[in-house]
């Protein structure tokens, strides 16, 4: 994900500009550069790959004395990671780097590029540079033709634009992605987006609120919202970066689990309209002669896939196999052309993972891999890449690169679906629809956390979790489970919940804990009767359901959906707050779990 600072001041602008990208680094990043603004000129410099690259180019770069400066990490979104695309953009007289997405660039670069305006990058945000400067060029002042800018963008946008036209300011806005204002007893001016790059920097800061556009320089914050100025308010700036970096929350894999529906919305940015899913990604890939679908994974990735298995047979009507990498290695696969080889990965270097893709390779089959790692050596294997967008993911254990997972393979299943013909439009409507609620489903309710926060004292001990459930929520039970093992070391299982009777319920009695994933939309009755035969056994019963449930000792009440994934992503968060609440209780390392690691590259 991508990363911004900028300054205003008489110090070596350079220094805080790449001490700051450097803080941000561990978002993830595959270019990065700055642009100073001093004396009337402007230098750029820009590299892909690691920031050293970018600190060499610069190296016989100084700029003491009063002047202005602007830098970003580019994660790749629209266009390659090269140095073309890299921020900050250029116009003619002026420099912009952007985090987010602008929806509507397309539209804006037409209309630019009649005008014969040419562009440089494959970005969605060069356009805010040129369309900024045709406003400047048509007689508006610097300060009209930002405004105008703005109100045109559609999107996610965290935005700083520095312009020869006015050299003492710096303009920015602020929509769904994070922007701060600092400043510090020197009056020296900063941005960034996200605490940490300003700590030892800044003492007080402003963090910007979505809609919030204005310009700032040594002198004057002006900050504006539809129009209107506002008065800042600036607060102290807190000294701990590890704790900046988890922006409050006391593990990694909380604030993880609560960034969820933002990292969702990015995965989805671009790629729904209202009509039909755009996944630009794929248009060089002929799926004419694709008629089934063979997915391989490790641990948690594997769940994703089986998740989605349920979404290619039930909705875009395609045969989908899912297999264990390191299984599928050494069966001696019956490989078929016919068939797409996917391939499921949070880091990409996934050793099991890695090897089936070269398999696939091999033996000629067309290979797509989700991955969260632009430039990973499966990415860089499989045919083409879907990219997940999490953003890096520090907690060992895994919570948003899952949900990512997940949400591109529906929108890959739905994208397949419309291209088989398998589904109509009133289906996609409704898909799109579902898919779209999402985000307002993964924000995490204050008084869910609170319970689980209660109810966890209750399960630190007893013989084991069986985690059940039926359908896509068979899936969502060896998650939850295997987030609970990771984290807790508590002996924890998942079962499709049918199949308790032939085995596991030999296991049940009072010190056996039951997690019950009992949705609405699927299969209600029969996971009830499941739930009623382990509760008549004694068993100790959470239940997990937008339905009361007499039976249940413990009972968390889910809000009504229409549509099962709701239910998914809903069921999904409470199991992952509740592995991380009994794991805190226990004392245990949330973010770094014993004997395990973030990146499995031996098999
Ligand atoms: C669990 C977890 C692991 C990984 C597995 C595959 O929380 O993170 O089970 O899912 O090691 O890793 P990737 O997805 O990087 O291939």
Redesign the pocket.
């Known amino acids: 994900m991508c990363g911004i600072v900028g300054y205003i001041g008489a110090n070596e602008k350079k220094e805080f500009l790449l001490n700051g990208l450097k803080e941000l680094e561990y978002r993830g990043y595959d270019s990065a550069g700055i642009a100073v603004l001093k004396d009337g000129n402007i230098s750029a410099f820009k590299a892909t790959g690691k920031l050293d690259n970018l600190k060499n180019k610069t190296e016989n770069f100084n700029s003491i004395g009063f002047g202005l400066g602007i830098g970003h990490t580019r994660w790749a979104t629209h266009g390659k990671p090269t140095e073309i695309n890299a921020h900050p953009h250029q116009g003619e007289y002026s420099y912009v780097i952007h985090n987010g997405i602008i929806e509507n660039y397309k539209e804006i670069k037409e209309e630019l590029q009649k005008d014969g305006i040419k562009f440089l990058s494959q970005t969605d945000t060069e356009v805010i540079v040129h369309q900024f400067e045709k406003y400047i060029n048509s007689g508006l002042s610097a300060q009209d033709a930002f405004t105008k800018t703005i109100a045109m963008l559609q999107g996610a946008y965290a935005i700083l634009l520095i312009t020869k036209d006015q050299p003492d300011t710096i303009f920015f806005a602020k929509n769904a992605v994070p922007l701060i204002v600092g400043k510090n007893s020197e009056n020296d001016k900063f941005f960034a987006s996200s605490d940490s790059p300003l700590i030892g920097y800044a003492n007080e800061v402003v963090y910007l609120e979505d809609g919030e556009y204005g310009w700032l320089s040594k002198e004057e914050l002006c900050l504006c919202k539809e129009d209107v100025c506002i008065n800042p308010s600036f607060k102290p700036l807190g000294k701990d970066k590890i704790y900046a970096q988890k922006e409050g929350y006391r593990f990694f894999m909380e604030k993880e689990i609560y960034e969820q529906s933002v990292v969702v919305s990015e995965t989805l940015m671009g790629r729904v309209n209202d009509e039909n899913i755009e996944l630009d990604e794929l248009k060089d890939i002929d799926f004419d002669n694709i008629e089934a679908i063979k997915i391989c ?7 994703a896939a089986l998740t989605s298995a349920y979404l290619f047979e039930r909705i875009s009507k395609i045969r989908c196999e899912v297999e264990i ?1 390191s299984e599928f290695r050494y069966k001696e696969p019956l490989l078929d052309k016919k068939t797409l080889f996917i391939v ?7 050793a099991d ?1 890695l090897e089936t893709l070269k398999m696939a390779k091999k033996a000629g089959m067309k290979t797509l891999a989700i991955c ?1 790692v632009d430039n990973s050596s ?1 990415v860089r294997l499989a045919d083409a890449t879907l990219l997940t967008r999490a953003g890096i ?1 520090k907690g ?4 948003k ?2 949900a990512t ?1 997940i949400i591109t393979l529906w929108l890959f299943v739905l994208f397949l679906g419309r291209k088989k013909g398998t589904i109509n439009s009133d289906k996609m409507q409704s898909e799109i629809k579902a898919i779209l609620h999402i985000p307002s489903v993964l924000h995490v309710k204050d008084n869910i956390h609170e319970k689980l926060k209660r109810l966890s004292k209750r399960y630190l001990h007893g013989h084991g979790f069986f985690f059940i459930g039926r359908d896509i929520f068979f899936p969502l039970a060896l998650e939850g489970a ?2 609970l093992k ?1 984290i807790s070391y508590l002996h924890a299982e998942g079962y499709p919940a049918g199949e308790m009777k032939h085995g596991p319920i030999a296991l049940a009695d009072s010190e056996l804990f039951t997690v019950a994933l009992m949705p609405r939309t699927i299969l209600y009755d029969k996971t009830k009767s499941n739930v009623e035969e382990l509760s008549a056994r004694d068993a100790t019963i959470l239940a997990i359901s937008p339905e009361e449930f007499e039976l249940a000792d413990d009972f968390i009440k889910t809000s009504k959906q229409d549509h099962p994934m709701g239910e998914f992503f809903e069921m999904m968060i409470i199991t992952q707050l509740l592995a991380l609440e009994i794991s805190i209780r226990l004392g245990n390392d949330v973010d770094m779990p014993r004997n ?5 590259t031996v098999e």
């Open positions: 994974a490790c641990g948690t990735s594997y769940h990498a499921i990965s949070q880091s990409g270097e996934t993972t969260n499966i993911e060992v254990a895994s919570t690169a899952f997972q295997l987030k990771e395990l690691a973030k990146s499995v």
